[in-house]
């Protein structure tokens, strides 16, 4: 059974940091791009960083770049997401995710991940 835990997430004061991290287990992710997206009170879910299976290869969305960034362990089989400078409007649900076929293209688009973990809350005060 394939699993994904994410941890890390808390109430932090606007302008701070967390660091996320999501183990995987059932599954070697070392031939898979790997992702985080949030999901906000009301809103829908999207997409905040990919990372290839190397790690040569990262994309994020607009709203995160230069304050987020993601990492991985293959070894492992460790996904991390630093986030530094938080605002308020970071607060969501964040979720981690694995590409569903193995050495395929990297995208950000929700529909190729297939595996999903079960969230971990970020909070952030104004």
């Known amino acids: 059974q394939v699993q994904l835990v994410e941890s890390g997430g808390g109430l932090v004061q606007a302008g701070g940091s967390l660091r996320l991290s999501c183990v995987a287990s059932g599954r070697s992710f070392g031939r898979s791009g790997m992702g985080w997206f949030r999901q906000a009170p009301g809103k829908e879910r999207e997409s905040v960083a990919v990372?290839?299976?190397?790690?040569?290869?990262?994309y994020y969305a607009d709203s995160v770049k230069g304050r987020f960034t993601i990492s991985r362990d293959n070894a492992k089989n460790t996904v991390y997401l630093q986030m530094s400078s938080l605002k308020p409007e970071d607060t969501a649900v964040y979720y981690c995710a694995g590409q569903r076929t193995a050495l395929s293209i990297l995208t950000m688009a929700q529909h190729d991940f297939g595996f999903w973990g079960q969230g971990t809350q970020v909070t952030v005060s104004s």
């Open positions: 990372i290839s299976w190397s790690g040569r290869t990262t």
